[in-house]
């Protein structure tokens, strides 16, 4: 579903955003706009920003974090499993409970798996799913092979969530992984660093400035991305 | 690397086997030999089963439990994932251990994942990985479907572990299965009980009865299963 040299908002059902701002994202130069963030996500606060994003033309994704806020009519689904999670609950149980409360509704063919590995130890993600942070390179790489070639995910995305991560980890990760794609996300507000990280990761997930500070977000799309 | 209706021994590089029963055992119309256990195994005891089975023509699988135990040589590795673990430890961490530790070394193209659930709270394997085995049959479908439909793992491995399992939640499974492959292993110790599981299931596993009644654990290969 995502391919080629991606950058991608990701708007927060659980925050406010102004009618401009949105019309300024979605005619922007992003390849799309991913629905999802960790607390306060609703079925009525997803399905209220995805009335107002299915307007344009860009391609809507949702990323599932709580099963009852799931809504059909998206272009694709991203489904993250937190490879690095501490507590087991946040590795299969939501998913094998969302599947057991949904069954044969769920379209897999519309659905991606995101192998997460969660690198900000601040972030809320990294506190609910009880994340290993503390890693070393080597520990990182084997996670990332475990998703690329022992579980063959579509996806790997490094998540450092609202902070600002380490090129040279993303570097050896382009490197090691044979078939996943590389997503990377986390502080993201300037196109310097736009460009840096989607020299090693095909998507970049801009997130955390749309709130903080607008135009800096529309400044992370470069002419690379440019469709 | 399994496919159709299979019969499989398991034998246990922990238990010793007389090297009578070995040949008749790999002379037998069973599919393969899976070599693995859960107490005991070393590299040591893993080699000496290894070198006495590869004089037979029979295909030969290692099951990796303990990361030091691998051995070269074989024609397939199976490597576990129980989804049902309550224990992180046992969901990706031994394998993120073992892939930092062999990286490169691995040839995946060898390696399969099993997506195991395994359902007899009294086994071994259940309290190592504090596997949750009360479970309704609406729990393990959803756990099958996350294994078959969003890990689009290769095999779904019932594991009931000495004690045989029950039927109808095979038959369920099976109609509940698209893309993986069905692996039922579980107090078979006895044709009927072979061929009852073998009609839901692709490959069935003989293990326990071959240390507790050797002619019982012969008598599972029914005319069927005959290469």
């Not at 009880?130 to 990182?140: G, Q």
């Not at 090693?200 to 470069?222: H, K, R, S």
Request: proline share 3%; glycine share 8%; with cysteine.
């Amino acid at each position: 579903m995502l391919s080629g040299k991606r950058h991608l908002f990701k708007l927060d059902p659980a925050r406010p955003i102004a009618e401009g701002q949105l019309e300024q994202l979605c005619t922007s130069g992003t390849h799309g706009i991913i629905v999802g963030g960790t607390d306060g996500i609703t079925y009525e606060n997803t399905k209220f920003l995805y009335e107002r994003l299915r307007r344009y033309d860009k391609p809507i994704y949702q990323e599932i974090s709580h099963a009852d806020a799931i809504l059909s009519g998206f272009d694709g689904y991203l489904i993250p499993l937190v490879l690095n999670a501490g507590n087991p609950q946040w590795i299969f149980q939501v998913h094998q409970q969302a599947i057991k409360q949904f069954g044969n509704m769920i379209d897999w063919s519309k659905c991606q798996v995101e192998g997460y590995i969660i690198l900000n130890e601040r972030s809320k993600v990294a506190s609910i799913t009880e994340a290993k942070t503390s890693l070393s390179y080597e520990d990182i790489l084997a996670y990332a092979r475990l998703a690329d070639q022992m579980l063959k995910l579509p996806y790997i995305y490094i998540e450092y969530s609202g902070r600002y991560g380490d090129p040279l980890l993303l570097r050896k990760l382009k490197h090691a992984i044979r078939n996943a794609s590389l997503i990377y996300g986390g502080g993201i507000n300037s196109e310097a660093k736009a460009r840096e990280m989607s020299r090693y990761a095909e998507t970049i997930i801009v997130g955390n400035v749309i709130y903080e500070n607008f135009e800096l977000a529309l400044a992370t799309i470069c002419d690379d991305f440019i469709c």
